[in-house]
């Protein structure tokens, strides 16, 4: 008897190649006009072990790169070509860290860098605000600040960073004390001290 022919393999819906939710095969078109299909098998390497295949169940589940092998067998045991399909597999999504360039007192803007880690070289997105970004933003004032990474699989990762560092009011109602008002002082007077009295700042303090 001839074996089985494999002529479409249905895959469940990816995200520019990629797939973030349990892979699944959805339909398989075979052919086999004497003793007919018994059942499909897959394995995900070249040399890998053949495992019964299931219509609608999952078949990858750990992030990577695969090579999905499926093949037919009928029910005088004649087994069908191989059908391959590259699968690439991330339901992990992009690792986010956001460094600011001081944590320290500063009166100046605050640059953040984003710093992005992916499988498998995906490209990916940052969006901040709505808007996409690249791997800095530059913050003027305290706040949370959050971003967005999107990988080619589609999942998102959103992280955030609390910045409270920055100072750009000066202090007020600071006085000196030790002279007189509107007096005028030769410098080489002895016995004038001077030292502030009072002054405010509500954020790094004077």
Known sequence: YAAPVITNVTLSDSNNGWYNEAYMVTAIDAVDANSGI???EYR??????WNVLNINSTLINVPGVYSLYIRAIDNCGNISNEYVRTIK??????????????TDWTNK??????????????AYTITHLGSEV????????????EVVVVT?????VTKSIVISNIDKVSPVNVALSG??????????????????VGGEDANSGI
């Open 152 to 156: 080619e699989s589609g999942v998102e």
């Open 44 to 49: 995900t390497s070249e040399n890998g072990t």
């Open 38 to 40: 018994a059942r499909y």
């Open 179 to 196: 002279v007189e008002n509107e007096k005028v002082y030769s410098i080489d007077e002895n016995g004038i001290e001077l030292s502030f």
């Open 109 to 122: 803007d605050v640059v953040i860098s984003i710093n992005v880690s992916v499988l498998y070289n995906q």
């Open 134 to 145: 690249g791997n800095t933003i530059t913050v003027s004032e305290n706040g949370t600040y």
């Open 89 to 102: 597999y991330d339901a992990i999504g992009a690792s986010v860290t956001l460094v600011p360039n001081t």
